[in-house]
């Protein structure tokens, strides 16, 4: 998915109860296509700086299923945690530009929203969690 407003490639989902539990989120290898080549099996680092400017690192995993075709899990367990992420919390990756001489990996920002409820109004506010 693009980030319209800022010309910039993200990609996002909601997270479900047993992602939540488990720390781990699944994408459909189409969802996160443009930022990553598949290779099954292979272990790779997603560098994020959350919304408090904290930099923190996930390890992703490749893999393809008979029946529901090519994923990606993502594990963040120190990060799950201490954000208390619940289900139905809308994450988005976007990427970030790289530095010449950095790391040649990619990095994103890392934002959290999460439904809340005001004056009988739903509506959906940055999580910002120390």
Not at 24 to 48: C, H, K, M, R, W
Request: positive net charge.
């Amino acid at each position: 998915m693009e980030n319209q407003e800022q010309g910039k490639q993200s990609f996002s989902k909601h997270l479900t109860q047993s992602e939540v539990r488990d720390r781990i989120i699944f994408f459909s290898y189409t969802d996160v296509a443009p930022f990553f080549e598949f290779q099954e099996g292979y272990l790779f680092f997603v560098n994020v700086t959350d919304s408090l400017g904290k930099a923190w690192t996930f390890i992703g995993t490749f893999y393809t299923n008979p029946e529901i075709g090519k994923y990606v899990s993502i594990k963040w367990p120190q990060f799950s945690s201490e954000k208390r992420l619940k289900a139905n919390d809308e994450v988005i990756f976007t990427e970030r530009p790289r530095r010449k001489g950095k790391a040649p990996w990619k990095k994103f920002k890392l934002v959290i929203k999460r439904k809340i409820r005001l004056f009988g109004q739903d509506i959906w506010g940055e999580l910002k969690v120390n």
